[in-house]
Nanobody, 119 residues
């Protein structure tokens, strides 16, 4: 059973920072592309960032480039999303996801963690 468990969400003022963590079942982040998505109230879920399984290549949504950084620690089976200079429109439930090595379509999802940015 693959498990992805997010943590680190909370309430922060605009301009502040948060670091989200995604604890994965052992071995998952070694072999899967890892992603962060988010879903704001009344909106569809959207891609935020990903890190590839093999070369640690990263990709970001335009809206977060230069502010968010995705990273992973294979020894800790954990993926991180460092979020700086947060804005109110970053408010959403943030989800960790895993896709197979040769696909970008997530196969596994976490339960999500709420991030709220106040103005």
């Amino acid at each position: 059973q693959v498990q992805l468990v997010e943590s680190g969400g909370g309430l922060v003022q605009a301009g502040g920072s948060l670091r989200l963590s995604c604890a994965a079942s052992k071995g998952i982040i070694d072999d899967y592309n890892m992603h962060w998505f988010r879903q704001a109230p009344g909106k569809e879920r959207e891609f935020v960032a990903r890190v590839s399984w093999r070369l640690d290549e990263t990709d970001y949504a335009d809206s977060v480039k230069g502010r968010f950084t995705i990273s992973r620690d294979n020894l800790k089976n954990t993926v991180y999303l460092q979020m700086n200079n947060l804005r109110p429109d970053d408010t959403a439930v943030y989800y960790c996801a895993a896709s197979g090595a040769f696909t970008l379509t997530p196969r596994y999802w976490g339960q999500g963690t709420q991030v709220t940015v106040s103005s």
